[in-house]
Nanobody, 122 residues
Framework: QVQLVESGGGLVQAGGSLRLSCAAS????????MGWFRQAPGKEREIVAA?????YYADSVKDRFTISRDNAKNTAYLQMNSLKPEDTAVYYC??????????????????WGQGTQVTVSS
C-alpha cells in the first residue's frame, strides 16, 4: 500500500511562486511514475505534469512549472512559477506503480494524495 501526502499549497498573488511536495511511503518509490493533477471547481481533474525517466507537462504550464523527484527522500515536487489565477485548483499527486511510459490519464494512477489547495489572486 502506498500513501501520498501533499504539502505546500496556499494563497499567492498572480506572478508568484509555490512549491508543492508529495511525500510517499510504502512500496519502492524509485520505480514509480509520479504525476501531479489539478481540479478546479466544476471542472474535470486534469494532468499538470508527470515524471519517470522523462517528464511531461501540460501545455498550459510549460515553461512555468517544473516537476522533479528525490528518490532518496521518496518525495516528488512541483515548482510553480509565474502563477496565474487560472492555476487556482486543488492539486493532487498520484503514483503509477507500474512505471514504464508516462501516463496522462487519471485512471492509470493507482494511488492518490488527499490534495492541497492552491489559490492565485489577481
Amino acid at each position: 500500500q502506498v500513501q501520498l501526502v501533499e504539502s505546500g499549497g496556499g494563497l499567492v498573488q498572480a506572478g508568484g511562486s509555490l512549491r508543492l511536495s508529495c511525500a510517499a511511503s510504502g512500496g519502492t518509490f524509485r520505480n514509480y511514475n509520479m504525476g501531479w493533477f489539478r481540479q478546479a471547481p466544476g471542472k474535470e481533474r486534469e494532468i499538470v505534469a508527470a515524471i519517470g525517466w522523462s517528464t511531461y507537462y501540460a501545455d498550459s504550464v510549460k515553461d512555468r512549472f517544473t516537476i522533479s523527484r528525490d528518490n532518496a527522500k521518496n518525495t516528488a515536487y512541483l515548482q510553480m512559477n509565474s502563477l496565474k489565477p487560472e492555476d487556482t485548483a486543488v492539486y493532487y499527486c498520484a503514483a503509477d506503480v507500474h512505471g514504464g511510459a508516462l501516463k496522462r490519464i487519471r485512471s492509470e494512477y493507482e494511488y492518490w494524495g488527499q490534495g492541497t489547495q492552491v489559490t492565485v489572486s489577481s
